[in-house]
């Protein structure tokens, strides 16, 4: 997903679940105003913006994380080249991703 593709979904989509946790942050009067000004063009409000905007960070964060090339052979490619693990952060963040979410994910079902 792109920021341009958020920008569409704004337009039309409704908001997904959301956590039973509350995460307060401070914003600089800049990035403030970007989300009312954010909330005022697309008709959402600011808490939808922010969600929505951090969501996105994240994605791109996670789509910039390097590959690192492991010692281990995983796999083959269709030429029979050798594929190996990934020894950067990407595989920590997604198992710690996934360790969370199951904590989040019993705390809003409570």
Partial sequence: MTFRTLLDEWQSKTAPALTA???PVRLTLDDAARIHALA???GRDRETIITDLLAQALRDLEA???YVRGTKVISNDEQ???LYEDAGPT???NEL???HRK???AAAKS
């Fill in 21 to 23: 946790t509350e995460y």
């Fill in 80 to 82: 029979g080249d050798p």
């Fill in 91 to 93: 595989p920590k963040f």
């Fill in 64 to 66: 910039a994380m390097p």
């Fill in 103 to 105: 904590k989040v994910a």
């Fill in 97 to 99: 991703t996934r360790k």
């Fill in 40 to 42: 005022e063009m697309y």
